[in-house]
């Protein structure tokens, strides 16, 4: 009996590569991105607002026992050192859980579905997302002490941890790469986000101008039930378009499926 050949592993490229990114070699149209996030949001949702919600509820079960273990929430609100730990603690634990929910709208923009599980399939990277992310918080912050820095930081660093997840990069590697990128394009990576910004506020207006509080919050929930998914499935596209997604081809009796080679 005849052993079935042994078949070579074949990678696709989709968008651009972190070579042309380092070189500003991509381009990114506004109403183009944000035109086929939208589209995107229409089709995929689902998958998005189930991982937010458990990472949610992560967050808030966290809060609570780390809070009671350092004496207390009313401890916690007087106590600025404590408030860093709890921060620091979250960030530190939900991270791991957020960067599936990024690989979540990556894949959209690639054309793969995604389903809640996401939220767990890259967990074998938490350490170095964990330790990325608590990087990227101390750095901002210090930023926004001079207001300017932290803004040109949070945008610059946006796309850092689907780098330590997607391309298997150092936690200093990642976050080199996405300064050295980002420069050619952070005014409409500003231009963008701005967007989100604009519309975060737009559903929380409806709590500043005297509208009863039940009625606003149905509105900033409805608001935020496109908002967040539109908002990854756009973050997905801009990291298509500006270091690109290798994509493993896989035949599957004559069909050929694709998967992340991470």
């Known amino acids: 009996m005849e052993e079935e050949p042994v078949k070579e592993k074949r990678f696709v490229q989709i ?9 500003g070699d991509y381009s990114l149209d506004v109403h183009a991105i944000l035109k086929e996030g939208w589209a995107l949001t229409q089709k995929n949702k689902q998958s998005i607002l189930s991982g937010l919600s458990f990472i949610f509820l992560m967050g808030v079960i966290i809060t609570l026992v780390a809070s009671e273990y350092m004496g207390g929430l009313e401890e916690i609100m ?30 959209h923009a690639v054309g793969i579905k995604t389903r809640t599980g996401f939220v767990f399939a890259f967990l074998k990277r938490s350490a170095y997302t964990a330790i990325t992310a608590l990087i990227i918080a101390s750095i901002t912050s210090l930023g926004f002490y001079l207001i300017l820095p932290g803004i040109y930081l949070a945008v610059a660093l946006s796309l850092t941890i689907p780098l330590i997840v997607e391309k298997q990069m150092s936690p200093m590697a990642a976050i080199i790469l996405s300064l050295k990128a980002t420069r050619f394009g952070w005014l409409k990576l500003m231009q963008i986000y701005s967007v989100f910004m604009l519309l975060l506020i737009l559903s929380l207006l409806p709590g500043f101008v005297g509208v009863p509080a039940i009625i606003s919050m149905f509105v900033f929930l409805v608001a935020l039930f496109f908002l967040a998914p539109f908002y990854y499935n756009v973050k997905g596209i801009l ?13 599957n009796k004559g069909d050929q499926d694709m998967f992340f080679s991470a």
């Open 239 to 251: 990291y298509r378009e500006i270091f690109g997604v290798q994509m493993q081809v896989i035949d």
């Open 78 to 107: 007087q106590n600025n050192q404590k408030q860093v730990s709890i921060n620091l603690l979250v960030t530190a634990l939900l991270w791991p859980f957020i960067a599936g929910v990024e690989m979540m709208g990556i894949s």
């Open 15 to 23: 968008g651009s590569n972190p070579e042309k990114a380092v070189q």
